[in-house]
Each structure stands twice: as C-alpha cells, then as structure tokens.
C-alpha cells in the first residue's frame, strides 16, 4: 500500500517561503511521476508541478511548472530519503490553497495521493 504523508505547511506573510515535504512509503519515489497539486476554497484542484520518475524515456527526472508559480517554486526528488519536496519562495496570498502530493504511475494510469496539507499567505 503506496502512503503520502505531507508536512511543512503554515502561515506565511507574501513575499515569503514555505517548504513543502511528502514522505512516500510502501513504493520507492524514484518509480513514479511526482507531482504537488493545489485546491483553493471553491476551486477546483489544480497542477502546480511534477517531476518524471527516473529512467524515463525521453525525460527522466524533468520539472514541470504551472506558469503561475514559474520562477518561485521548485520541485525536486530525494531517492535517498524517498521524498519529494517543493520549495516555493515569493509567496503570493493566491497561492493560499490546501497542497496535495501525488504518485503517478504512467502504464495503468494509477494515481496515489497524500491527505493534503494547508499552506496559507496572509499579512
């Protein structure tokens, strides 16, 4: 049973940082597509980065951002320690939103996702 455990959310004032770390058990992370994913009150979930896994075809290991946070976050894999982590710097009150960790597995398509963890931007 694949788990994702999320930490490192809170109260951060705009313009400041916030790293966001999802502990993977059960499954090695270097195996899945890693992603961090977002959900404002009354908002539908959205992308906001991924990693591919390692050994991927064409891009093993490639970032990929949602424009909005282009520039201020970014995503990186720790095989060692089974991690995925998102550094977001220059945080906006927009990016206030409860943050999901996901695991991806391309073949079946199968998604595995962490309780989510609440990251709030306010003065």
């Known amino acids: 049973q694949v788990q994702l455990v999320e930490t490192g959310g809170g109260l951060v004032q705009p313009g400041g940082s916030l790293r966001l770390s999802c502990a993977v058990s059960?499954?090695?992370?270097?195996?899945?597509?890693m992603g961090w994913f977002r959900q404002a009150p009354e908002k539908e979930r959205e992308f906001v980065a991924s990693?591919?896994?390692?050994?991927?075809?064409?891009?093993?290991?490639?970032?990929y951002y949602a424009d909005s946070v282009k520039g201020r976050f970014t995503i990186s894999r720790d095989n060692a320690t089974n991690t995925v982590s998102l550094q977001m710097n220059s945080l906006k009150t927009e990016d206030t939103a409860v943050y999901y960790c996901?695991?991806?597995?391309?073949?079946?398509?199968?998604?595995?996702w962490g309780q989510g963890i609440q990251v709030t931007v306010s003065s």
């Open positions: 996901n695991a991806h597995v391309p073949g079946p398509s199968i998604d595995y």
């Open positions: 059960g499954g090695a992370v270097s195996s899945y597509a």
């Open positions: 990693v591919t896994r390692s050994g991927s075809p064409k891009n093993s290991g490639k970032a």
